[in-house]
């Protein structure tokens, strides 16, 4: 089954042209109007839920098995409305990457005071900024650019890095050696991040440290974009150990450009540490 989904606001009362994907009558619009706004939920949770609604509604017309192709509307993009309201740490690219392989988007432009009637409709509340909503979206920022935020660390020990090993089930680089550490967390600057995974997955404590690069990487399973913040570790409290489980080794910094066992982008920045630093 082909899927196409036209992001719409008409969608939000009915009006859209295919049909909405998640009925403006059915239980979780309901849900939305009645009970949201009342209990307090912030704009990413509100965000996320309907993410996961998306996915859920999709997922639910493939196991019908109905033969052909489905067109259908859906009121907004997730990931743009996360923009709009300055949600930048959330869980929204993870879902649609839920998606089945081929699904095609597009997009039927409206105008700003559609989009603020539509939040309404549909959420019960404003939950985005609808003139910077209808602006990023018309310069491209929808579905197909998610952006996750995530830390890693290289601990250096003279001539050494460690690395980890991820596991073959990991969703995004599996089986590959990288650099302890992992997302943001919502409300987390990258410095404690990297104090808060390195403690979790390694029991240690950085002392002496500094950020050596930011880095925007696609990943190859899923089409993600990842923004890599990475530091270097010269010093730390605490004898490391594999707290979650993971195979650790260290490096040479010579031998990695040349080791195919390591993620591409984590064999690239540690060679560069061979290089003289700029403090």
Avoid: K
């Amino acid at each position: 089954m082909t899927w196409e989904l036209t992001i719409d606001p008409a969608a939000a009362w009915g009006g859209a042209d295919p049909p909405s994907l998640i009925p403006v009558d059915g239980p979780f619009v309901l849900a939305m109007r009645r009970h949201v706004a009342g209990v307090g939920v912030s704009d990413r949770v509100v965000l996320e839920l309907y993410g996961y609604e998306i996915v859920e509604r999709v997922r639910e017309g493939l196991a019908t098995g109905v033969a052909g192709s489905r067109r259908l509307a859906v009121p907004f993009c997730p990931v743009t409305g996360c923009a709009a309201a300055d949600v930048t740490h959330h869980a929204v690219a993870e879902l649609l990457a839920m998606l089945p392989a081929g699904l095609r988007w597009r997009v039927e432009h409206r105008d700003v005071e559609a989009v603020a009637r539509a939040q309404l409709e549909f959420f019960g509340l404003p939950v985005f900024d609808p003139p910077r909503y209808v602006d990023l979206l018309a310069t491209g920022r929808g579905p197909a650019e998610p952006e996750r935020q995530v830390v890693g660390a290289f601990l250096r020990d003279g001539d050494r890095v460690l690395l980890e090993r991820r596991p073959a089930t990991a969703r995004v680089y599996p089986s590959v050696w990288d650099s302890p550490g992992g997302h943001l967390e919502v409300g987390e600057t990258s410095v404690e991040a990297l104090h808060r995974e390195l403690a979790e997955e390694l029991g240690v404590r950085p002392l002496r440290f500094r950020r050596f690069a930011v880095v925007d990487d696609v990943e190859p399973a899923t089409g993600l974009r990842y923004r890599h913040h990475v530091f270097v570790v010269d010093r730390f409290a605490g004898e490391v150990r594999a707290r979650e489980g993971q195979a650790l080794r260290w490096f040479g910094l010579q031998e990695l450009g040349s080791d195919p066992s390591v993620l591409a982008l984590t064999a690239r920045l540690a060679v560069q540490l061979s290089e003289p630093r700029r403090w």
